[in-house]
T-cell receptor, first 114, second 115 residues
Framework: DAGVIQSPRHEVTEMGQEVTLRCKPISGHNSLFWYRQTMMRGLELLIYFNNNVPIDDSGMPEDRFSAKMPNASFSTLKIQPSEPRDSAVYFC????????????FGEGSRLTVL | AQTVTQSQPEMSVQEAETVTLSCTYDTSESDYYLFWYKQPPSRQMILVIRQEAYKQQNATENRFSVNFQKAAKSFSLKISDSQLGDAAMYFCAYRSYNQGGKLIFGQGTELSVKP
């Protein structure tokens, strides 16, 4: 079975540009999570969805960040405009239900903003 | 709010030896899950072991076992017969039973294995 699929794996962009990260969760999973990993702050939850509905977006840093889940098999995390401090690894994860089971993680998207 | 603390930023173990990674957490809830995830240099997050808080028996997965002390809010990971492939960053994580599926992670412990 395919795991969580993220794209791109690496992205280098210049400050001010728009960045879109994509995620395809595991089929049948109804919860999707976006995490950010940096050396300074570790792993932070940005937002998560249950059944395509955003449940908790309190971790989204500011209005420059937005996330959508238009259907059960696709989600995007967008940064506009990007800044150097957004440089990090962004992970997408999915799980089958909200209160059971572990989270399955994608391989992450490494973003570098120059 | 729940917090997870890993007090050992780095640990080292000799190949074939045993090492224990520490984790403590803070919560007022009685029902929750605890996890250990492994992140090798490839950066893929891999589940190592899971513990449900209502279970008194410590979870084991082959060479990996936990010491779950609910009253003390402690959840340590023991790796027996350490192998070179165990070298990675290890994260302890907490998941509330009542607040959906989000995981709260500790800061991580980087484990190196010496041949």
């Amino acid at each position: 079975d395919a795991g969580v699929i993220q794209s791109p794996r690496h992205e280098v962009t210049e400050m001010g540009q728009e960045v879109t990260l994509r995620c395809k969760p595991i089929s049948g999973h109804n919860s999707l999570f976006w995490y950010r990993q940096t050396m300074m702050r570790g792993l932070e939850l940005l937002i998560y969805f249950n059944n395509n509905v955003p449940i908790d977006d309190s971790g989204m840093p500011e209005d420059r960040f937005s996330a959508k889940m238009p259907n059960a098999s696709f989600s995007t995390l967008k940064i506009q405009p990007s800044e150097p401090r957004d440089s990090a690894v962004y992970f997408c994860a999915s799980s089958r239900a909200t209160n059971t089971g572990e989270l399955f993680f994608g391989e992450g998207s490494r973003l570098t903003v120059l | 709010a729940q917090t997870v603390t890993q007090s050992q930023p780095e640990m080292s173990v000799q190949e074939a030896e045993t090492v224990t990674l520490s984790c403590t957490y803070d919560t007022s809830e009685s029902d929750y899950y605890l996890f250990w995830y492994k992140q090798p240099p490839s950066r893929q997050m891999i589940l190592v072991i899971r513990q449900e808080a209502y279970k008194q028996q410590n979870a084991t997965e082959n060479r990996f076992s936990v010491n779950f002390q609910k009253a003390a809010k402690s959840f340590s990971l023991k790796i027996s017969d350490s192998q070179l492939g165990d070298a990675a960053m290890y994260f302890c994580a907490y998941r509330s039973y009542n607040q959906g599926g989000k995981l709260i992670f500790g800061q991580g412990t980087e484990l190196s294995v010496k041949p």
